[in-house]
């Protein structure tokens, strides 16, 4: 296993205080949550292995969806609930109003078995004898639609999130707390919230096999206690070094406001820099975990001091160096592309070739003479500028560059 291989532990419900039943925005809340929480991860790492709770509810919203299509039996005998129940919050939910349930008086002499009997009839395109009976066929298939349309609409918001892009590329991997189940058990009663309650349990033990530190959000962190008692009391040797460059790679302003595409291709195009900031981070991590307990509270508290003290003083001194060259080649091209500066080099070409005493410095144009000084600091400029991309702190430095030179082109800043 890489050193940085990260595991990231992620439980957006928590973070975001969202509550038991989640409306489509809410849901679309919980994608957004793990993409941002990822993108430094995604930045420095090998691998990713995410574990949230978000998969699990949206396996559930799956079981949901398999029932709706699947097991006419259950979901008529939820439309009959509904016309029994015309206070239900769902009928708001879904849409519905009074007119498209069926009154006590309608479902007089109705029953679930000869409905569902001839609701196959229906569903092919006859009519049954029954007024009422075909009547509550046909707004229950109205229903059906409606809901399939819902729970289809809360799946896709919480499940659609660009961490595919990173799934496709081979660096991430994406698993729920709990087990992975077959749809069709999620149809038992009480299985659906069974399975998402036992998440928890699953948790402890997938917890307790890992051997570095895992990245979670500290807002999770205290309706998480109990399941990440179960940490190793010391993660393996060199398995806090992605947990500390990850939470250093969160200091680039504006990175979450990259899309997940753009943050890989940010990583593709800074290859050549991002060993050297592994290794800057290694011998960041093992520095700071020799005087710390390896808790994810002191790793933090530490990285911040480290941040203010050296980080971010070298990175002004990179950002100094690379600027210092900028001047000095922007210099160089005025002298060289002004129309006064290449009228005196023609002249002074003139005068010297006139002289008999004309000596070598003589031939030169003026402003090559003019510039010879600035050529020097150039010279001295570009040097530093090599030096600043030896640092192994530049891979950092160049993608705070990058994100802000997007920024300036699409107007965002926080």
Same mark, same amino acid.
């Given at each position: 296993?890489?050193?940085?291989?990260?595991?990231?532990?992620?439980? =957006?419900?928590?973070?975001?205080?969202? =509550?038991?039943?989640?409306?489509?925005?809410?849901?679309? %809340?919980?994608?957004?949550?793990?993409?941002?929480?990822?993108? =430094?991860?995604?930045?420095?790492?090998d691998k990713v292995d995410l574990l949230s709770i978000r998969i699990d509810y949206t396996n559930t919203l799956k079981g949901s969806l398999f029932r709706l299509r699947n097991m006419h039996m259950r979901t008529l005998q939820d439309f009959w609930g509904l016309c029994h129940n015309p206070d239900s919050p769902e009928i708001a939910a879904l849409g519905l109003s009074p007119s498209d349930l069926?009154?006590?008086?309608? %479902?007089?002499?109705?029953?679930?078995?000869?409905?569902?009997?001839?609701?196959?009839?229906?569903?092919?395109?006859?009519?049954?004898?029954?007024? @009422?009976?075909? #009547?509550?066929?046909?707004?229950?298939?109205?229903?059906?639609?409606?809901?399939?349309?819902?729970?289809?609409?809360?799946?896709?918001?919480?499940?659609?999130t660009d961490l595919k892009i990173a799934e496709e590329r081979g660096l991430l991997s994406i698993r729920p707390w709990g087990l992975q189940v077959h749809p069709l058990y999620l149809d038992m009663p009480g299985a659906a919230e069974e399975l998402y309650s036992s998440a928890f349990d699953q948790l402890s033990e997938k917890i307790a096999e890992l051997d570095q530190s895992p990245l979670i959000? =500290?807002?999770?962190?205290?309706?998480?206690?109990?399941?990440?008692?179960? !940490? #190793?009391?010391?993660?393996?040797? &060199?398995?806090?070094? &992605?947990?500390?460059?990850?939470?250093?790679?969160?200091?680039?302003? @504006?990175?979450?406001?990259?899309?997940?595409?753009?943050?890989?291709?940010?990583?593709?195009?800074?290859?050549?820099?991002?060993?050297?900031?592994?290794?800057?981070?290694?011998? !960041?991590?093992?520095?700071?975990?020799?005087?710390?307990? &390896?808790?994810?509270?002191?790793?933090?508290?530490?990285?911040?001091?480290?941040?203010?003290?050296?980080?971010?003083?070298?990175?002004?001194?990179?950002?100094?160096?690379?600027?210092?060259?900028?001047?000095?080649?922007?210099?160089?091209?005025?002298?060289?592309?002004?129309? &006064?500066?290449?009228?005196?080099?023609?002249?002074?070409?003139?005068? +010297?070739?006139?002289?008999?005493?004309?000596?070598?410095?003589?031939?030169?144009?003026?402003?090559?003479?003019?510039?010879?000084?600035?050529?020097?600091?150039?010279?001295?400029?570009?040097?530093?500028?090599?030096?600043?991309?030896?640092?192994? %702190?530049?891979?950092?430095?160049?993608?705070?560059?990058?994100?802000?030179?997007? +920024?300036?082109?699409?107007?965002?800043?926080?």
């Amino acid at each position: 296993m890489s050193l940085f291989e990260i595991a990231a532990i992620s439980h =957006p419900m928590s973070a975001l205080d969202l =509550p038991a039943r989640i409306s489509v925005p809410e849901g679309q %809340l919980l994608a957004r949550y793990d993409e941002a929480m990822l993108k =430094p991860a995604l930045l420095i790492a090998d691998k990713v292995d995410l574990l949230s709770i978000r998969i699990d509810y949206t396996n559930t919203l799956k079981g949901s969806l398999f029932r709706l299509r699947n097991m006419h039996m259950r979901t008529l005998q939820d439309f009959w609930g509904l016309c029994h129940n015309p206070d239900s919050p769902e009928i708001a939910a879904l849409g519905l109003s009074p007119s498209d349930l069926l009154n006590d008086e309608e %479902l007089v002499g109705l029953t679930r078995e000869a409905l569902l009997n001839d609701l196959w009839s229906i569903l092919d395109g006859k009519s049954v004898d029954n007024a @009422n009976q075909d #009547r509550f066929l046909r707004k229950y298939l109205d229903y059906l639609a409606r809901a399939s349309e819902f729970e289809y609409d809360h799946y896709r918001a919480a499940a659609d999130t660009d961490l595919k892009i990173a799934e496709e590329r081979g660096l991430l991997s994406i698993r729920p707390w709990g087990l992975q189940v077959h749809p069709l058990y999620l149809d038992m009663p009480g299985a659906a919230e069974e399975l998402y309650s036992s998440a928890f349990d699953q948790l402890s033990e997938k917890i307790a096999e890992l051997d570095q530190s895992p990245l979670i959000d =500290p807002t999770a962190r205290i309706d998480l206690s109990q399941q990440l008692s179960h !940490l #190793r009391d010391q993660p393996r040797p &060199g398995g806090s070094y &992605g947990l500390v460059a990850t939470k250093v790679a969160a200091h680039i302003p @504006n990175l979450d406001e990259l899309s997940i595409e753009e943050v890989l291709d940010l990583r593709d195009s800074l290859s050549d820099y991002l060993t050297g900031f592994r290794a800057e981070m290694a011998a !960041l991590s093992d520095d700071i975990t020799s005087d710390a307990d &390896g808790a994810q509270a002191d790793l933090a508290r530490e990285i911040e001091l480290r941040w203010v003290r050296e980080i971010d003083p070298m990175l002004t001194e990179i950002r100094a160096q690379m600027a210092a060259s900028g001047v000095f080649r922007q210099a160089i091209n005025t002298i060289t592309t002004d129309k &006064g500066a290449i009228t005196t080099a023609a002249s002074s070409v003139v005068l +010297a070739t006139s002289s008999v005493a004309a000596g070598i410095a003589a031939l030169l144009p003026a402003a090559a003479t003019a510039a010879y000084p600035l050529i020097k600091a150039m010279r001295s400029a570009m040097e530093g500028r090599e030096e600043a991309r030896r640092n192994r %702190l530049f891979f950092l430095y160049s993608a705070g560059e990058a994100v802000k030179r997007r +920024a300036r082109r699409t107007g965002f800043r926080r």
